[in-house]
Structures are given as structure tokens and as C-alpha cells.
């Protein structure tokens, strides 16, 4: 698969650790301080010199980055990074903190030596997750079934029962795999479909129908709270989600 790329200096293909995506971002006068949406996601960044963990949001976040700002990223589909990780997503929800908060100070430094020393630091940095990923136990696969009935439009209750899960069990799940209950995980999947639809042209009354909407103006409140911008900025340059560590590219334009 060819790079995905906006013209914003952002660029996006399938990693080689099969779980998540691979992007990289150079801030321009553009699209500084361009506005990260909720995804459900946790990426991992190398900025700075820097490793960076960029946890689950439940609004649009605006980093703050001089022009010039070069990020590579690890965007691990939700519920995949707390296992790599090894701490629970609810924790880093809302969070942009330092690898080394996670994992001990010497291996973070080795690992910043490897990618400061790579010509290839975004291979390098999908080599760390998959030497991580042998290391560790694998994702539970019930919450990627989880993640799959939500994404479908399935609701919470239809998606615990499909899981066999109770309602109490799935949502205690859902915090430490994907940094909220299932109830925001499903509005923020919701979310990012109907922006992908609208960004191929599809009218917004359209959209709001084949994405699970009650109506447009349902679609324009949830967008709203979610992100707290009017769907119309969010749908245009000054307002797309520019990935410094959330943000599917569905929601890069």
C-alpha cells in the first residue's frame, strides 16, 4: 500500500507490527497547531529526541510545536498499546507523557540512542514495538471483537452480550484497554466514520443517516462535544486533526 499523505506534511502507511499504523509529520506554517480529534487510539512518538506516549483523548487536542517540528509515530489500534505498554489506558487518557515514566530510565535512554542514530528512525521505531511485542503477552483478541461491534454500530449492550461479557465487566475492560467505557469508545468510532465520510463528499444529512446519527443536527452536536469546534472547522484545513500522537488519517484530511 502506497503512502497515505495530506499535504500537510504528514504521511501514513501500514506498519510492519501488524497492529497498528506508522506516520510521520512535519510541521509546517500550515497546519501548526492544527487540532489532534479523538480516535481511541495510543501512539507511541519519537519528537525532540524524544519518546513520547500520546494517550487516548476525549476532546481534540492542539499541541504546540515550533515549524520545522519533525514527529515520527507508532499509532496502535485502540486496545492494543496497554499490553505493549504495560500500564492500563485509562491512565494515560488525555495524556501526552515520557516513555521513560513507563518504562526504566536506561532502557528509554537506549532506545533514544538507537532511533537518534538510525537513518530510518520509523523502522527503527517499529523494530521496538516488535521486540516489545515478543516479550509480551498479545493483546486479549476479545477486545478487538469489541472494537469490531462498536466500529459496526452495535450497541454497548448487543456488544458485551457478543463478547460474553456483562455490561460491568465489559465497561472495567474497555477503561483499562481503551482509556474509556464503551459508551464514548462507540461515539468517538462513530465520530470518526461519519468525518470520513463527509471528507469523500458525502452531504452532511447523508452522513449523519449512514453513520448511525439521529439526524444532522445530531452529527453537528456530537462533533461539537467531542472535539468542541463546529463540524464545518473541523472539516477544513485550519481545523483537521494533524497527528502528533492521536488521530486516524481518516481524521488528517
Request: charged fraction near 25%; include cysteine.
Given at each position: 500500500?502506497?503512502?497515505a499523505?495530506d499535504?500537510?506534511?504528514?504521511?501514513?502507511?501500514?506498519s510492519?507490527f501488524?497492529?497498528?499504523?506508522?506516520?510521520?509529520?512535519?510541521v509546517?506554517?500550515?497546519?501548526a497547531?492544527?487540532?489532534v480529534?479523538?480516535?481511541?487510539?495510543?501512539?507511541?512518538?519519537?519528537v525532540g529526541?524524544?519518546?513520547?506516549?500520546a494517550?487516548?483523548?476525549?476532546?481534540?487536542?492542539?499541541?504546540?510545536?515550533?515549524?520545522?517540528?519533525r514527529?515520527?509515530?507508532?499509532?496502535?489500534?485502540?486496545g492494543?498499546?496497554?499490553?505493549?505498554l504495560?500500564?492500563?489506558?485509562d491512565?494515560?487518557?488525555?495524556?501526552?507523557?515520557?516513555?521513560?515514566?513507563?518504562?526504566s530510565?536506561?532502557?528509554?535512554?537506549?532506545?533514544?540512542?538507537?532511533?537518534?542514530?538510525?537513518?530510518?528512525?520509523?523502522?527503527?521505531?517499529?523494530?521496538?514495538?516488535?521486540?516489545?511485542?515478543?516479550?509480551v503477552?498479545?493483546?486479549?483478541?476479545?477486545?478487538?471483537?469489541?472494537v469490531?461491534?462498536?466500529?459496526a454500530?452495535w450497541?454497548?449492550g448487543?456488544?458485551?452480550?457478543?463478547?460474553?461479557?456483562?455490561a460491568?465487566?465489559?465497561?472495567r475492560?474497555?477503561?483499562?484497554a481503551f482509556g474509556y467505557?464503551?459508551?464514548?469508545?462507540a461515539?468517538?468510532?462513530r465520530?470518526?466514520?461519519?468525518?470520513?465520510?463527509?471528507?469523500?463528499?458525502?452531504?452532511?444529512?447523508d452522513?449523519?443517516?449512514?453513520t448511525?446519527?439521529?439526524?444532522?443536527?445530531h452529527?453537528?452536536?456530537?462533533?461539537r462535544?467531542?472535539?468542541?469546534?463546529?463540524?464545518?472547522?473541523?472539516?477544513?484545513?485550519s481545523g483537521?486533526?494533524?497527528?502528533?500522537?492521536?488521530?486516524?488519517v481518516?481524521?488528517?484530511?
Amino acid at each position: 500500500m502506497d503512502d497515505a499523505w495530506d499535504g500537510l506534511g504528514y504521511r501514513e502507511r501500514p506498519s510492519r507490527f501488524g497492529q497498528a499504523v506508522v506516520w510521520t509529520r512535519t510541521v509546517t506554517g500550515d497546519d501548526a497547531g492544527a487540532a489532534v480529534l479523538p480516535d481511541g487510539c495510543i501512539d507511541l512518538l519519537w519528537v525532540g529526541e524524544r519518546l513520547v506516549i500520546a494517550g487516548p483523548d476525549t476532546r481534540a487536542y492542539r499541541p504546540v510545536a515550533a515549524v520545522g517540528t519533525r514527529y515520527v509515530g507508532l499509532r496502535f489500534f485502540p486496545g492494543t498499546a496497554p499490553a505493549l505498554l504495560g500500564v492500563p489506558a485509562d491512565a494515560l487518557r488525555d495524556q501526552r507523557i515520557e516513555l521513560a515514566d513507563v518504562w526504566s530510565s536506561g532502557t528509554v535512554r537506549r532506545l533514544s540512542e538507537q532511533l537518534g542514530a538510525a537513518d530510518d528512525p520509523v523502522s527503527a521505531l517499529e523494530r521496538i514495538a516488535l521486540r516489545r511485542a515478543a516479550e509480551v503477552e498479545p493483546p486479549d483478541p476479545v477486545l478487538r471483537r469489541v472494537v469490531a461491534a462498536l466500529d459496526a454500530g452495535w450497541s454497548v449492550g448487543a456488544t458485551a452480550e457478543a463478547a460474553g461479557l456483562n455490561a460491568r465487566l465489559l465497561h472495567r475492560r474497555s477503561l483499562a484497554a481503551f482509556g474509556y467505557g464503551p459508551k464514548t469508545l462507540a461515539r468517538v468510532l462513530r465520530m470518526q466514520r461519519a468525518l470520513a465520510a463527509a471528507r469523500r463528499g458525502m452531504p452532511f444529512a447523508d452522513t449523519a443517516a449512514s453513520t448511525g446519527f439521529a439526524d444532522q443536527a445530531h452529527l453537528a452536536r456530537e462533533v461539537r462535544d467531542l472535539t468542541g469546534m463546529p463540524l464545518g472547522q473541523v472539516l477544513t484545513r485550519s481545523g483537521a486533526a494533524a497527528p502528533d500522537g492521536s488521530g486516524l488519517v481518516s481524521a488528517a484530511g
